[in-house]
């Protein structure tokens, strides 16, 4: 089945900063959702991105499908951006999501 | 707008008790709902998804059934608790067709914590 690489695992800025964070599938897709998970475990969206580039304020995520990749860009860190974020895709519209294990951010004041 | 509600928000239950978690979604209708389980720090697991009023697909075979007795309403039950049951439990849904959103875009609820004693 599909694989989903999440890149880094681990990461730990300043507040301001700036971060990118990686999403890597092996099988072209249908689907490629971001998530953040805040420390109370809420799956908040961010982006539907299956092809593109999309914007929210400070966020902006780039999925290039070809070469089977996805980018989440986060500018000018806040605390509040801390959290465990997710790349799930969907392969063959199955309904199934699959998940990546997750960058884990955390923003230090 | 569409709202998508859990209950209970946190349980705490002996092994061998039964199981019920409800999950009720507003706002739209025919929702494709989800239940997913996610351990401590790892990713999400598919349990059972449903297109369809008494409509249910499982992805993993285990201790736990799914019902989908009303349009927008997903229950998670268990006859017999086990302590590999404990986790995180998610419900989502899709499904909009609204111009704004894709059709394929799920979207979660706040979630119960289930610790199994």
């Known amino acids: 089945g599909i694989q989903v690489e999440q890149s880094p695992p681990d990461l730990i800025l300043q507040e301001g900063a700036n971060s990118t964070l990686r999403c890597n599938f092996s099988?072209?897709?249908?689907?490629l959702q971001w998530f953040h998970q805040n420390p109370w475990g809420q799956l908040i969206n961010l982006f539907y991105?299956?092809?593109?580039?999309k914007q929210n304020g400070r966020l902006s995520a780039t999925t290039v499908a070809t070469e089977r990749y996805s980018l989440l860009y986060i500018s000018s860190s806040q605390t509040t951006d801390s959290g465990v974020y997710f790349c799930?895709?969907?392969?063959?519209?199955?309904?199934?999501?699959?998940w990546g294990a997750g960058t884990k951010l955390i923003i230090k004041p | 707008s569409q709202t998508i509600h859990q209950w209970p928000a946190t349980l705490v239950q002996p092994v061998g008790s039964p199981l019920s978690l409800e999950c009720t979604v507003e706002?739209?209708?025919?929702?494709?709902l989800y239940w997913y389980r996610q351990a401590a720090g790892r990713g999400l697991q598919l349990l059972f998804y449903?297109?369809?009023?008494?409509?249910i697909s499982s992805e993993v075979p285990q201790n736990l059934s799914a019902s989908r007795p009303q349009d927008r309403q997903f229950i998670l039950s268990s006859k017999k608790l086990l302590l590999s049951d404990s986790g995180f439990y998610l419900c989502?849904?899709?499904?909009?067709?609204?111009?704004?959103?894709?059709?394929?875009?799920?979207?979660f609820g706040p979630g119960t914590r289930l610790t199994v004693t």
């Open positions: 989502a849904w899709s499904g909009d067709m609204s111009e704004s959103r894709s059709y394929y875009e799920q979207y």
């Open positions: 449903s297109v369809g009023i008494g409509q």
């Open positions: 706002g739209t209708s025919n929702p494709n």
């Open positions: 799930a895709v969907d392969h063959d519209s199955n309904y199934q999501l699959i």
């Open positions: 991105i299956p092809s593109g580039t």
């Open positions: 099988d072209s897709v249908n689907n």
